[in-house]
Nanobody, 125 residues
């Protein structure tokens, strides 16, 4: 059974940093797409950053240069380093895993098969 568990969320002031972790167990995709997603109140879940099997990473434009996604394959842990945080980054952050889309590199919410329960991130001005 696939299980994902996020940690590392919290409350920080704008300009601060947080590092999110996602412990993953039980998945068995030969070619995967793993990502971080977020959902703010009243908004749809959106992709933040993704990584596929060959290490290719993708980011939504608003976080490029501030967020970094990485994976520790030895320990099956996905990370999201978030720097220069802004108030608009406030949301529940989720990690997800699914098969890599055919011919693509973007991890979309609808393509994820499994989700963690989320970790809240609150940025104050």
């Amino acid at each position: 059974q696939v299980q994902l568990a996020e940690s590392g969320g919290g409350s920080v002031q704008a300009g601060g940093s947080l590092r999110l972790s996602c412990a993953v167990s039980g998945y068995a995709y030969r070619d995967y797409c793993m990502g971080w997603f977020r959902q703010a109140p009243g908004k749809e879940r959106e992709g933040v950053a993704g990584i596929i099997t060959d290490g290719t990473t993708t980011y939504r434009d608003s976080v490029k240069g501030r967020f970094t996604i990485s994976i520790d394959n030895a320990n099956n842990t996905l990370f999201l380093q978030m720097n220069s945080l802004k108030v608009e980054d406030t949301a529940i952050y989720y990690c997800g895993v699914g098969p890599r889309p055919y011919g693509g590199i973007w991890c979309q919410p609808y393509g994820m098969d499994y989700w963690g329960k989320g970790t809240p991130v609150t940025i104050s001005s």
